[in-house]
């Protein structure tokens, strides 16, 4: 799966050099979305309140697709 991530940047024109950072930095987003939706999840099934537990969908962040 890497090999095709890095195929679509180099079709899609991205400098070599840019690659890897677009690739932290997507990883990054993924998992602090998957962060807030186990908090929201622990949320629920725990009953803490929001002071208790930072969540809400503007912490998911642009550009990321869960």
Known sequence: MEDDYY???EKLNVQAGKRDKI??????RICEA????????Y???????RADAK????????????
């Open 55 to 66: 969540t809400s969908m503007e912490n998911i962040g642009e550009q990321v697709y869960v």
């Open 23 to 28: 690739r932290l930095a997507h990883v990054q």
């Open 43 to 49: 949320q629920q099934m725990h009953g803490l309140s």
């Open 34 to 41: 998957h962060d807030t939706v186990m908090r929201s999840y």
């Open 7 to 9: 195929n679509k940047l």
